[in-house]
């Protein structure tokens, strides 16, 4: 199956810094990725639609300037934390489109970030 | 209401049990059903898809669309320990490309 990978794993900052998250479509090619975000115990929420070649789009109530979202090739989209704070401590996951008969989405293992 | 409920549980169940997980949703343009595995701190893992209403079986798993409900059901037959995870139902209106909406997940545990 198709496989996302997603870079780091793990990241722990202090308040005020900026983390970026990579993710990558290793064996298909992606236009449109998505990210999410997981608190412990609740649903993943869609954060934005990242978009090969334009801008994200971003749910209601997600800040673009403080989620920026680059989609800079058709494997790679990066999600930068700016400025981050505990509150943004989170599960962070992307996924991608597949292609062929199940037409679904695959998920990246995901980061877990920790604002100290 | 949300767009997805699903009881969090968490369920337990002992070995060899079989399991049902559910969800109800309450748009009527959804058409892409979805049940994902997660593991703790690890990605959704796709188990099973169906398009529109009805059954389809894979295994030890059966998933179940009830459209005219607005219901959707994960049964796992011959439940083992391995199957310990965080089920998410998640379901989407349009075609590939557009965005999942999940329910909260059911935390399973299987004792041996």
């Known amino acids: 199956g198709a496989v996302v990978s997603q870079h780091p794993s793990r990241v722990i900052c202090k308040s005020g810094t900026s983390v970026k998250i990579e993710c990558r479509s290793l064996?298909?090619?992606?236009?449109?990725m998505f990210w999410y975000r997981q608190f412990p115990k609740q649903s993943l929420m869609l954060m934005a639609t990242?978009?090969?070649?334009?801008?994200?789009?971003?749910e209601q109530g997600v800040e673009k300037d403080k989620f920026l979202i680059n989609h800079a090739s058709l494997t790679l989209s990066t999600l930068t934390v700016t400025s981050a704070h505990p509150e943004d401590s989170s599960f962070y996951i992307c996924?991608?489109?597949?292609?062929?008969?199940?037409?679904?989405?695959?998920f990246g293992p995901g980061t877990r970030l920790t604002v100290l | 209401q949300k767009e997805v409920e699903q009881d969090p549980g968490p369920l337990s169940v002992p070995e060899g049990a079989i399991v049902s997980l559910n969800c109800t949703y309450s748009?009527?343009?959804?058409?892409?059903f979805m049940w994902y595995r997660q593991y703790s701190r690890k990605g959704p893992e796709l188990l099973m898809y169906?398009?529109?209403?009805g059954n389809k079986e894979d295994g030890r798993f059966t998933a179940q669309v009830d459209k005219s409900s607005k219901y959707i059901s994960l049964f796992i037959r011959d439940s083992q320990p391995s199957d310990s995870a965080t089920y998410l139902c998640?379901?989407?209106?349009?075609?590939?490309?557009?965005?999942?909406?999940f329910g909260k997940g059911t935390t399973l545990s299987v004792s041996s």
């Open positions: 996924s991608a489109p597949g292609t062929g008969s199940t037409d679904t989405q695959y």
């Open positions: 064996d298909f090619q992606a236009t449109t």
């Open positions: 990242s978009n090969e070649g334009s801008k994200a789009t971003y």
């Open positions: 748009n009527s343009a959804f058409q892409y």
């Open positions: 169906t398009y529109s209403s």
């Open positions: 998640a379901m989407r209106a349009g075609q590939a490309g557009t965005a999942l909406i």
